[in-house]
Nanobody, 125 residues
Framework: VQLQASGGGLVQPGGSLRLSCAAS????????VAWFRQAPGKEREFVAA???????VHADSAKGRFTISRDNAKNTWYLQMNSLKPEDSAVYYC????????????????????WGQGTLVTVSS
């Protein structure tokens, strides 16, 4: 499975972006897909994840502002980001796991086997 992340860009504080993660290589995508981000000089951090059946987990920093979703027909996952802040600036990566992870494991980057190349989000006026 290959994952292709896209949709990043420059946006003003308070604005919105929608990131996409397209899976290719086989008909069915990973059972669990997550978004992580990494800002310069910081460790990679969990943002949100969605597993088969529609269960989602969001980081506290993302709750109420970011939403992860999936378009089954397109084998694509999305991260809708609203009310963006400068501290949201980072390279965003999508990641996939073969299994439908339990909720407690969805935040762990070590559980994911496939990684997209990253898309840069810059929130600045």
């Amino acid at each position: 499975v290959q994952l292709q992340a896209s949709g990043g860009g420059l946006v003003q504080p308070g604005g919105s972006l929608r990131l996409s993660c397209a899976a290719s290589g086989r008909t069915s995508g990973p059972s669990t897909v997550a978004w992580f981000r990494q800002a310069p000089g910081k460790e990679r951090e969990f943002v949100a994840a969605r597993r088969s059946g529609g269960i989602t987990v969001h980081a506290d920093s993302a709750k109420g502002r970011f939403t992860i979703s999936r378009d089954n027909a397109k084998n694509t996952w999305y991260l809708q980001m609203n009310s963006l802040k400068p501290e949201d600036s980072a390279v965003y990566y999508c990641a996939g796991a073969e299994s439908s992870l339990i909720t407690g494991s969805m935040r762990s980057s070590t559980r994911y086997h496939y990684w997209g190349q990253g898309t840069l989000v810059t929130v600045s006026s």
